[in-house]
Structure formats: structure tokens, C-alpha cells
């Protein structure tokens, strides 16, 4: 009997609605979502810190927030202007420093003991730091990595489906490289 692989997913809530967002983590077998947001506020209904957790403990998945996971203010700036390679370079010093670090290891520690969910706005993983995040996270735990990507499929009903993007232990995707 082989054992199954663990894995650590990630999702961005970007164009999402709060029930969308909870019907993927839980149809992912997602028991811990782990917020790797600098400033836990957002725009959208039902995603700023405190009412995302209420909602996901309805539905039994845990809240962790990791302030030191955040993308700088910087880096979310060179992000959003598309000079992705600054934004990395940012997010790459961030990292190293000792806060990144004790955070990254506690991200570590939730994600090797339980089915563990990095969650940040941007909808697609290879313009967020969650993925420069989750490379790390699977590296040292030995986790597979799996993004969670829902996507408009442009029909009449507005249905969306769940794709799924994945990388191997300790992969990441060329654009965090």
C-alpha cells in the first residue's frame, strides 16, 4: 500500500465570492487556511480577517494569519505595475529576514501536520508571493504543491469550474524563479 503524497495547496480570492472560496477549500479537503496577506482587509464582503475566519470555522476550517508572510508594500506596488521580476527581488529579501523566517517555519509546522491552504488576493499564483511561499513551505516539508485556480468559463450562466495547477515536492513555477 503506498502512501498518498501530502500537499499544500494555495488560492487566490480575487473575483470570488466568499462561498466560492469555502466550496473549493472544502472540496480540496482543505482543514487550515493559512493568510499570507500583509494587511488581512479587503474590499471584497466577507474576506477581511475576522469575518473570513468566522466563516471558515462554520464550515470547520481553521484561520491562521502570517502577517510576516506578506508581500511588502513595495513588492505589492512593483506587482501591480507588472514588473514582476522587482516584485520578486522584494519578496526575496523579505524572506530572508528573521520575522519571514519564524513565520515561514510556523507556516511550516501547520502545513506538515494538517491540509493546509495559502490564501492571498491575486487570482493567478505566478504574480503572487504565495507561490515564491509555497515553494519553500513544500520544499522543506516535502509537500506536493497545488494551486486552486477558479476561472470564469464565459458561459451564460456564469458557471465557474475549479482547475487545478500543480507542482511537484519542492517545485516552483518558473515565474518565481
Sequence with gaps: ????????????????????????????????????????????????????????????????HLRDLGDPRAGRLAARAGDYAKFRKIYAAHLRTKRAQNALAEAISVASRDAACLLCYERNPVHCH?????VQIGARAKLSVE???????????????????????????AATE
Design 1 to 64: 500500500m503506498s502512501k498518498a503524497v501530502k500537499r499544500l495547496a494555495t488560492i487566490g480570492y480575487e473575483g470570488l465570492h466568499i462561498d466560492e472560496l469555502i466550496a473549493a477549500l472544502r472540496s480540496a479537503r482543505v482543514r487550515v487556511l493559512i493568510d499570507v496577506r500583509e494587511l488581512p482587509l479587503s474590499r471584497r464582503k466577507g474576506f477581511s480577517k475576522t469575518a473570513l475566519a468566522q466563516s471558515l470555522a462554520a464550515h470547520g476550517i481553521a484561520y491562521r
Design 147 to 173: 494551486h486552486l485556480v477558479l476561472t470564469e468559463q464565459g458561459d451564460r450562466g456564469g458557471r465557474k469550474d475549479r482547475q487545478r495547477a500543480s507542482t511537484g515536492v519542492g517545485q516552483s513555477l
Design 130 to 134: 504565495r507561490s515564491i511561499v509555497a
